[in-house]
C-alpha cells in the first residue's frame, strides 16, 4: 500500500513539474514573441490585451507554483491545480488570438486558437464544478444524473467547436486573418450556463456548507458573469479573463487561510498531546519508584545511587525539553532516551526486565517521546505482571515500506478484542501516541497481542 502511494505521489509530482514548466515556457516565448515581433500593431489595445494575458499568465503560473509544494495532494488540491492551469492555457490562447489576428499567413491559426478559446472557458467552468464537488465534499456517485449533465454539456461544446471549423456558424477567420462572428455565436454560450445552472442548484442545496466558503465560492459564478454582461453591452471582452483570475485567486486565498488554521489548531492538539506524554512520563508513582530506589542504594550501593541519579536527572532533562520541542528529532536521540529509561527501570526491577537493543538504523526522525511510551507500556502492562523474568527487544530496520522500529515484549499481552475497562484510569495514552506518530511524520503504528503471548508494536515511517 505505501508503495502504491509512493508510486502515485510521484506520478502527480511529475504532472505538476510538467504543467508548470508547460507555462513556464508559454510565458517565455510568449514575453520574447511580443517583444520582436508584430511591432507594427502596438496600439493602446493591443497592448492592454496582451498585458493582460501575460499578467493573467504570470500570476496562475505562481498559484501553481505554490499548489506543487503543498500537501497532501489530495483530490481537493489536485481539482484547484487543474483549475489555474486550464485558467493559464486560457490567457495563452487568447494571447496567441491577440498576436495573429490581421494576419493572413496564419489565418488558420487564428480560426484554430479561437476554437481553442471557446471549449477552454466551457472546461473552465467544468473545471470549476469539478472543484465545487471536492470543497463542498460531494461524491460523484451521489450526484449521478447532475455529473452527467455537465459531463455531456462539455462533450457537446467540444462538438459545436470542432463543427464550427468546417462550417463557421458559430465564427469565422477571413482569408486576412480578421475574426468574424457567425449567425449562430450565442449558441456557443449554452453549454456554459448549463453547467453554470448545475453549479448554481448545487450550492443552494449544500446550506450546511459555512456562509463565508459559500460566498467565495459564489465569487467564480458572479464576478465573470457580471463582467461578461457589461462585456456584451460595451463590446469589449478584454477584462472577464482577468474576472475569473480574480475569483480563482479569491479561492485560492481562502483554502489557504483555512488550511493554516487547520495546521494551527493541529499544533495546538500536538502541544496539548505532547505535553499529556511527558506529564505521563513523571506521574507521582514513577517519581516515588525512582526516588525509593535512590534512597535504598545509598545505604546499600552510593556509588550506584549517583549513576541512577544521573539517569534520572537526564531522564527528566529529555521530558522537559521535549515541551519545546515541536519539530520530530533524530530516532538515535529518541533511543538514547529509550536506553536512559530502559536502566532507570533495571535498577528497579532487577533480573526480572531484560532489554535488548538491535537499531542498525537510526538515520530518520521520529517525535520526541513518541517511540518511548510503547516500551513504557510494555513493561509496566507486560513485564510487571509477569511472574518469572520478562524481555522487551527495540529493533530497527530499513524496508521498502520505510523505516521500521518494532518494540515487542514476551509479557503477559491482552486481548485486543476485549472492550476498554471502565476503571476510571485514562486510556488515551496510545492513541496520543498514534496520532502524533502519524501527524509529525506521516507513520503508521500497528499493535499485535494476545494474553499470554506478549505484545507486538511495529511503528513504520515512510521513506522522505
Not at 516515588?288 to 545509598?298: G, H, P
Not at 526522525?365 to 513504557?376: A, D, K, N, T
Not at 515484549?409 to 472492550?419: C, E, R, T, V
Amino acid at each position: 500500500m505505501v508503495k502504491n502511494n509512493n508510486k502515485t505521489e510521484n506520478r502527480i509530482t511529475n504532472m505538476y513539474i510538467i504543467c508548470i514548466s508547460v507555462i513556464v515556457i508559454l510565458v517565455v516565448t510568449s514575453v520574447i514573441f511580443c517583444s520582436i515581433g508584430h511591432l507594427e500593431r502596438l496600439e493602446p489595445l493591443y497592448i492592454r490585451d496582451v498585458s493582460i494575458d501575460i499578467t493573467g499568465m504570470i500570476l496562475g503560473g505562481l498559484l501553481l507554483f505554490s499548489l506543487f509544494g503543498d500537501k497532501p495532494r489530495d483530490k481537493h488540491n489536485r481539482a484547484l491545480f487543474r483549475l489555474i492551469f486550464t485558467l493559464c492555457l486560457l490567457f495563452y490562447f487568447d494571447l496567441g488570438s491577440s498576436f495573429m489576428e490581421g494576419h493572413p499567413k496564419v489565418a488558420f491559426y487564428v480560426l484554430l486558437t479561437n476554437t481553442l478559446i471557446f471549449f477552454s472557458e466551457a472546461f473552465l467552468i467544468y473545471c470549476f464544478w469539478a472543484y465545487l464537488r471536492e470543497e463542498l465534499e460531494i461524491n460523484k456517485k451521489d450526484i449521478p444524473v447532475l455529473n452527467m449533465i455537465c459531463k455531456g454539456t462539455l462533450i457537446f461544446e467540444l462538438i459545436l467547436d470542432v463543427v464550427n471549423i468546417f462550417s463557421g456558424f458559430l465564427f469565422t477567420v477571413n482569408a486576412n486573418g480578421d475574426y468574424i462572428e457567425g449567425k449562430f455565436e450565442g449558441i456557443a454560450e449554452l453549454p456554459t450556463l448549463i453547467i453554470y445552472l448545475t453549479i448554481w442548484f448545487v450550492m443552494l442545496k449544500a446550506r450546511e456548507h459555512p456562509k463565508k466558503e459559500r460566498l467565495v465560492l459564489l465569487t467564480f459564478q458572479v464576478f465573470p458573469v457580471i463582467v461578461h454582461i457589461l462585456s456584451v453591452a460595451t463590446g469589449d471582452f478584454a477584462m472577464v479573463y482577468p474576472a475569473y483570475l480574480f475569483s480563482v485567486m479569491l479561492i485560492y486565498i481562502n483554502v489557504f487561510a483555512r488550511r493554516s488554521k487547520k495546521i494551527l489548531e493541529q499544533q495546538v492538539v500536538l502541544d496539548k498531546q505532547s505535553t499529556a506524554l511527558m506529564i505521563s512520563q513523571i506521574q507521582p508513582h514513577f517519581l516515588y519508584n525512582v526516588l525509593t530506589t535512590i534512597s535504598n542504594l545509598c545505604v546499600t550501593d552510593p556509588e550506584e545511587a549517583e549513576e541512577t541519579t544521573v539517569l534520572f536527572s537526564q531522564y527528566l532533562r529529555t521530558n522537559l525539553d521535549s515541551l519545546r520541542q515541536t519539530d520530530p528529532v533524530p530516532f538515535k536521540a529518541e533511543l538514547g532516551h529509550i536506553r536512559t529509561y530502559a536502566e532507570l527501570e533495571k535498577k528497579r526491577f532487577g533480573e526480572k526486565l531484560n532489554v535488548e537493543f538491535d537499531c542498525p538504523e537510526t538515520d530518520f526522525l521520529v517525535p520526541s517521546l513518541g517511540l518511548q511510551p510503547i516500551v513504557e507500556n510494555s513493561i509496566k502492562h507486560g513485564i510487571r505482571g509477569k511472574d518469572s523474568p520478562g524481555h522487551v527487544k527495540i529493533s530497527s530496520k530499513k524496508t521498502e515500506k520505510g523505516y521500521e522500529v518494532v518494540i515487542e515484549d514476551d509479557g503477559i499481552g491482552f486481548d485486543m478484542a476485549a472492550p476498554v475497562k471502565e476503571d476510571g484510569r485514562s486510556h488515551v495514552g496510545m492513541t496520543n501516541v498514534r496520532n502524533r506518530l502519524k501527524q509529525m511524520c506521516e507513520a503508521t503504528m500497528e499493535v499485535e497481542s494476545s494474553p499470554g503471548n506478549g505484545c507486538r508494536t511495529t511503528v513504520i515511517f515512510p521513506l522522505s
